[in-house]
């Protein structure tokens, strides 16, 4: 494969636009939703545990949707298979917003939010393969974790200017907010340069060369030791992600914490999170992947387990920033190691593969923190999500070393 710079001449700048710029957008377009759904349905007469399950439904679009979109973004090429993400999930928000106007718009907003997980799940893999491919391997965790660092900052901004206009719209301006977001990434999607490979072909399916285009049976076989062993630590890290989100909150309601407060410490958390993206990047390009793999799950397997121990605001505010620490510094790692890991040949399979496991993960994780509160206790569950950090820290000591030499970093 050849990119389309050599890595003595490349710049992150030359492809900072049209990479990252697409992302912010659509994720700026995913915050300004996500804090409506459940209160959209609700509206629409569904009760709360049913509102719960709609917000749900796109993380489950994007998890079972994976290994399509590998399909889809190899058939298409990454610059088409982002530009139609964009637009399948501007027209899933535009439908959402629509929803309260018709006579089954419950029905309306569930499918909405279904497709708009599919459409996240082409688009994240369709432009990690497309960094994977085109930023030479001495930059690609710095490439990667920006690239996570734009997912954050999008999710950041998004519920404020989605709660702007709500002012004049009412709860469809948060989805007006959303279609118009990402049809906007859509367009920027377009601004793409195709990957020209040694073939000659760029995007689509590589035509020229040499052999059929590997199976998705066949990748998983060839690769079934880097999907079953570093797979188990990309899973376990994204539950422990996942649970970190609802820890804070739920912690802040068990101290009496009103909601200006677990909002606050939320915030501050989130915006440590998004400030130290680069330089775990670069340090992942100079020193290996180790060297932020095993702190970050630490930290936040640490932080999990001070939670509980935690008596007011202070003692919460100072956990929940170590939390955001080990998070911001892993921004960007599972895509790095999907791209580490995944072979020249069959690459979209693989990372189809690959994101299917951390999905995995992102619903597990929650699901293991209700089910130890409501058997147990709100602690013994935040303390579960803590093993989990250490457990990821120690599938990684031990595997990525081990698994060293199938990559150069």
């Not at 290994?67 to 139609?84: H, V």
């Not at 915006?271 to 670069?282: Q, S």
Request: contains cysteine; glycine residues 12%; positive net charge.
């Amino acid at each position: 494969m050849s990119t389309t710079k050599t890595s003595t001449t490349f710049s992150l700048r030359s492809i900072a636009l049209p990479a990252f710029g697409p992302t912010v957008l659509f994720c700026l377009g995913e915050g300004a939703v996500l804090p409506v759904v459940a209160l959209s349905a609700r509206d629409l007469g569904a009760s709360a545990a049913l509102s719960a399950l709609l917000v749900t439904l796109i993380g489950v679009g994007s998890w079972l949707f994976n290994i399509p979109a590998s399909l889809i973004t190899i058939r298409f090429g990454e610059r088409w298979a982002i530009t139609g993400a964009g637009a399948l999930g501007a027209l899933a928000l535009v439908a959402a917003a629509l929803a309260p106007q018709l006579r089954q718009g419950l029905w309306l907003l569930a499918v909405a939010m279904t497709i708009a997980g599919m459409a996240t799940s082409v688009f994240n893999l369709a432009r990690q393969k497309y960094l994977t491919e085109a930023v030479p391997v001495e930059f690609r965790a710095r490439a990667l974790s920006t690239l996570g660092g734009s997912t954050r900052i999008g999710v950041f901004i998004g519920p404020f200017v989605g709660a702007a206009a709500m002012q004049f719209l009412g709860i469809a301006g948060a989805y007006w907010v959303g279609a118009v977001a990402m049809a906007a990434a859509a367009v920027l999607s377009l601004t793409i340069p195709d990957l020209v490979h040694a073939s000659g072909a760029s995007g689509g399916a590589r035509k020229g060369a040499k052999g059929p285009e590997p199976t998705l049976r066949n990748v998983a076989s060839a690769h079934a030791l880097v999907l079953f062993a570093v797979g188990t630590g990309v899973l376990l890290l994204a539950a422990l992600r996942a649970s970190r989100q609802v820890v804070i909150p739920l912690w802040a309601d068990h101290l009496g914490l009103d909601a200006t407060h677990a909002s606050l410490i939320y915030g501050v958390s989130g915006a440590i999170d998004m400030l130290v993206f680069y330089p775990a990047g670069k340090l992942m390009d100079r020193k290996g992947r180790l060297w932020v793999a095993l702190p970050s799950t630490l930290i936040m397997g640490i932080s999990l387990f001070l939670i509980p121990l935690s008596g007011g605001f202070v003692g919460l505010g100072l956990a929940a920033m170590l939390i955001g620490f080990g998070n911001g510094i892993s921004s960007g790692l599972v895509m790095t190691l999907g791209a580490d890991f995944s072979p020249d040949r069959g690459r979209g399979q693989f990372l189809g593969l690959w994101r299917f496991i951390a999905d995995a993960g992102s619903t597990g994780g929650p699901l293991l923190l209700s089910a130890m509160t409501a058997a147990v206790s709100l602690a013994a569950g935040i303390w579960s999500c803590g093993v989990l950090g250490l457990a990821a820290a120690a599938v990684f000591a031990v595997a990525l070393p081990k698994l060293k030499h199938r990559r150069n970093y």
